[in-house]
């Protein structure tokens, strides 16, 4: 059993940042493969970024690419998301979720946190 709890959520105007973070309770954290995914209102819960076990390898959605940065620190049982040069259409409610493997699907993944929300002002 793994509980995932995300902070670092906020209002950012248009061209800011944030750090979200993402504080795991449970065993084994480093086995886990960890993302955070997101969801505007009315729309699908989607992928954004999700990092290995090791941390030695990452994977981003098109729509972040060269502004979003995840990383973990399993000593701390912790996965930060770095938001750089935030857009409106990326305010959502970020979730960070646990899995086994690389998902591109929320289904795929089997711990959830509560979500902390992003709105970015334009």
């Known amino acids: 059993q793994v509980q995932l709890v995300e902070s670092g959520g906020g209002l950012v105007q248009a061209g800011g940042s944030l750090r979200l973070s993402c504080a795991a309770s449970g065993r084994s954290f480093s086995n886990y493969f960890m993302a955070w995914l997101r969801q505007a209102p009315g729309m699908e819960r989607e992928f954004v970024q999700g990092i290995s076990g090791s941390g030695d390898r990452t994977y981003y959605a098109d729509s972040v690419k060269g502004r979003f940065t995840i990383s973990r620190d399993n000593a701390k049982n912790t996965v930060y998301l770095e938001m750089n040069s935030l857009k409106p259409e990326d305010a959502a409610v970020y979730y960070c979720?646990?899995?086994?493997?690389?998902?591109?699907?929320?289904?795929?993944?089997?711990?959830w946190g509560q979500g902390t929300q992003v709105t970015v002002s334009s």
């Open positions: 979720a646990a899995g086994p493997d690389l998902g591109r699907i929320p289904r795929q993944y089997t711990y």
